[in-house]
Antibody
Framework: EVQLVESGGGLVQPGGSLRLSCAAS????????MSWVRQVPGKGLEWVAN????????HYVDSVKGRFTISRDNAKNSLHLQMNSLRAEDTAIYYC????????WGPGTLVTVSS | DVVMTQSPLSLPVTLGQPASISCRSS???????????LNWFQQRPGQSPRRLIY???KRDSGVPDRFSGSGSGTAFTLKISRVEAEDVAVYYC??????????FGQGTKVEIK
């Protein structure tokens, strides 16, 4: 059974940093692209970033370029999102999802950027 | 960027009746490989999204056959043949043909009348 579990969310002040993680199991993690998608509570879905199976290709939505970095550790079946220079508008639930087509999703982790 | 536009944004339906959601893209979603990368997701209250349909019309494993996807080019439809109580959710379309970015529609809230 495919399982994705995010962690690392929390309350952070504007300008601060957080590192999100996603633990994957139930599939061959190193064979899949992985994605991060976020959702402001009560609002719609926004694709944030994704990374190729071997880490050689990464893509970001314009609003996070230069501030967020996606990475993965295939030996540990884990996906990460380093978020720097956080802004109030980054407040959202962050989901990791398998593949560019987002075929499986985790339960999400809430990031709140507020002073 | 490809803009995805869903309609309606709210859809009250009667149990047992059909429901239909439209999704239009600002560009054709036919990829150079011949495939159409249009997905549909269901997000029930308090839950994560779940993919229902990929490549416009292919149902994911475990998805009830009352859900169907159709369309081509820039116009797509998600249909529920007979709405059940468990179908109350927000439904999103997403394109994966012209990237980055991958883009979602605004969502359509399906509720029971």
């Amino acid at each position: 059974e495919v399982q994705l579990v995010e962690s690392g969310g929390g309350l952070v002040q504007p300008g601060g940093s957080l590192r999100l993680s996603c633990a994957a199991s139930g599939f061959t993690f190193s064979s899949y692209w992985m994605s991060w998608v976020r959702q402001v509570p009560g609002k719609g879905l926004e694709w944030v970033a994704n990374i190729k199976h071997d880490g050689t290709e990464k893509h970001y939505v314009d609003s996070v370029k230069g501030r967020f970095t996606i990475s993965r550790d295939n030996a540990k079946n884990s996906l990460h999102l380093q978020m720097n220079s956080l802004r109030a508008e980054d407040t959202a639930i962050y989901y990791c999802a398998r593949a560019r087509g987002c075929e499986y999703w985790g339960p999400g982790t809430l990031v709140t950027v507020s002073s | 960027d490809v803009v995805m536009t869903q309609s309606p944004l709210s859809l009250p339906v009667t149990l047992g009746q059909p429901a239909s959601i439209s999704c239009r893209s600002s560009q054709s979603l036919v990829h150079s490989d011949g495939k159409t990368y249009l997905n549909w997701f269901q997000q029930r209250p308090g839950q994560s999204p779940r993919r229902l349909i990929y490549e416009a019309s292919k149902r994911d494993s475990g998805v009830p056959d009352r859900f169907s996807g159709s369309g081509s080019g820039t116009a797509f439809t998600l249909k529920i043949s007979r709405v059940e109580a468990e179908d109350v959710a927000v439904y999103y379309c997403m394109q994966g043909t012209h990237w980055p970015p991958w883009t979602f529609g605004q969502g359509t809230k399906v509720e029971i009348k």
